[in-house]
């Protein structure tokens, strides 16, 4: 569970960067959990659109591609997700205290 300190820096993190998935008409595949863990092993924070013919409500999105990859959800801001799961082998992130 994330500080609320690291939570906005996170957040702050995230401003710049652009959205690297795309949530659209067939909702979260199972292929699409798998790359979304591996960006995150990369990453450590990305960033997930969910397009407009998207059926399901954003949050419930990213509650769900949280949950499936064991990271914290940082933010929803419109139809963007901010996911974060640190990498505990070679992090790249380093969270306030």
């Known amino acids: ?7 906005a ?3 702050s993190l ?3 960067m652009e959205p690297i998935f795309n949530i ?3 909702g979260i595949s199972a292929d699409m959990t798998t790359s979304v863990s591996e960006a995150l092993k990369k990453r450590e924070l990305i960033k997930v659109s969910v397009l407009k013919n998207c059926p399901y409500d954003t ?7 949280s949950e499936r990859t064991r990271s914290e959800l940082v933010q929803i801001v419109g139809k963007k997700i ?8 070679d ?4 969270l306030p205290k």
């Open 9 to 11: 820096y996170l957040r």
């Open 1 to 7: 569970m994330l500080k609320s300190k690291e939570r």
């Open 24 to 26: 659209g008409k067939l």
């Open 82 to 89: 901010t996911l974060y799961k640190r990498n505990n082998d």
């Open 59 to 65: 949050k419930e999105m990213g509650e769900m591609l």
């Open 14 to 16: 995230a401003n710049t």
């Open 91 to 94: 992090p790249t992130i380093i």
